[in-house]
């Protein structure tokens, strides 16, 4: 019988053959959702997308891109708030 923690659809369920050439059914988590923007909406480019024990195996290079808002914003919106930035210390 499984285990009550596995009969939710929090796991994702795949079967598995084994060396000793049964099936057995596997629980894995599922992947977390990709990531968003804060201000648009629209999914990260160059995010990656994993469990955060998998993600910690990651370099920083490979979770997030390099420039300033890089997790939370978008591409065009961080560029709109770089410049809104620079805008708002020049006055």
Not at 6 to 34: C, D, E, I, M, W
Not at 83 to 88: D, G, L, V
């Amino acid at each position: 019988m499984v285990s009550g923690r596995f009969k939710s659809r929090t796991y994702a369920r795949s079967q598995v053959r084994t060396p000793g050439g049964g099936n057995v059914l596997r629980h894995t988590l599922r992947k977390p959702k990709k990531a968003h923007c804060a201000s648009c909406g629209n999914v990260l480019a160059g995010v990656a997308r994993g469990r955060p024990a998998q993600l910690k195996k990651l370099s920083k290079t490979q979770r997030v891109p390099t420039r300033p808002y890089a997790g939370t914003l978008c591409s065009p919106c961080s560029r709109k708030k770089l410049i809104e930035k620079a805008r708002q210390q020049q006055a």
